[in-house]
T-cell receptor, first 112, second 115 residues
Framework: DQQVKQNSPSLSVQEGRISILNCDYTNSMFDYFLWYKKYPAEGPTFLISISSIKDKNEDGRFTVFLNKSAKHLSLHIVPSQPGDSAVYFCAARSGGSYIPTFGRGTSLIVHP | NAGVMQNPRHLVRRRGQEARLRCSPMKGHSHVYWYRQLPEEGLKFMVYLQKENIIDESGMPKERFSAEFPKEGPSILRIQQVVRGDSAAYFC?????????????FGPGTRLTVT
């Protein structure tokens, strides 16, 4: 029973275009959401997060949008670069819980 | 300023053997978390430890798996009598304080293959 779902296992985008990675969750107790980036043979690296009191958080080329009513969040990367090619994990946790629940990941490939 | 270190990076064990995975947290971090990633899956929490204490082991299989984080030295995840289903990538993460307030920093992982 997956509480955090990333329904697209892979995404291919042209360099310079926008990459949009989607994530859905089912647990209404989740109130903090994170995105991690993972290169092959490395551990996940924290990328950006958002609290449920916000609907948008921006950090350079990366923006995360949260739609609580739809239990949906998305990560936008603009402009996409070949170095962004990696697996992106969406994760969520609830207040007072310190352990995030991870989705299965989306593999992003940015073509030059 | 070294990050989280894990060794070995790759470990091959035959069914029935023991596997020991080591994790050295980042300098100044006293909280360690172990996760397992099965093929085509996300990371699944296993156990959360502070020095000499297991805080939460709700994700650990009831049998064959144990973890420790001694006062001195790395944290160790131990799997006894390994089976093929234990083949996975095992990631360790650390944080300087309680995980509700701090982000976790991940190591590169240990890929365990059981033959």
């Amino acid at each position: 029973d997956q509480q955090v779902k990333q329904n697209s296992p892979s995404l291919s985008v042209q360099e310079g275009r926008i990459s949009i990675l989607n994530c859905d969750y089912t647990n209404s107790m989740f109130d903090y959401f994170l995105w991690y980036k993972k290169y092959p043979a490395e551990g996940p690296t924290f990328l950006i997060s958002i609290s449920s009191i916000k609907d948008k958080n921006e950090d350079g080329r990366f923006t995360v949008f949260l739609n609580k009513s739809a239990k949906h969040l998305s990560l936008h990367i603009v402009p996409s670069q070949p170095g962004d090619s990696a697996v992106y994990f969406c994760a969520a946790r609830s207040g007072g819980s310190y352990i995030p629940t991870f989705g299965r990941g989306t593999s992003l490939i940015v073509h030059p | 300023n070294a990050g989280v270190m894990q060794n070995p990076r790759h470990l091959v064990r035959r069914r029935g053997q023991e596997a020991r995975l080591r994790c050295s947290p980042m300098k100044g971090h006293s909280h360690v978390y172990w996760y397992r990633q099965l093929p085509e899956e996300g990371l699944k929490f296993m156990v959360y430890l502070q020095k000499e204490n297991i805080i939460d082991e709700s994700g650990m299989p009831k049998e064959r798996f144990s973890a420790e984080f001694p006062k001195e030295g790395p944290s160790i995840l131990r799997i006894q009598q390994v089976v093929r289903g234990d083949s996975a990538a095992y990631f360790c993460a650390s944080s300087p304080g309680g995980a509700s307030s701090y982000e976790q920093y991940f190591g590169p992982g240990t890929r365990l293959t059981v033959t």
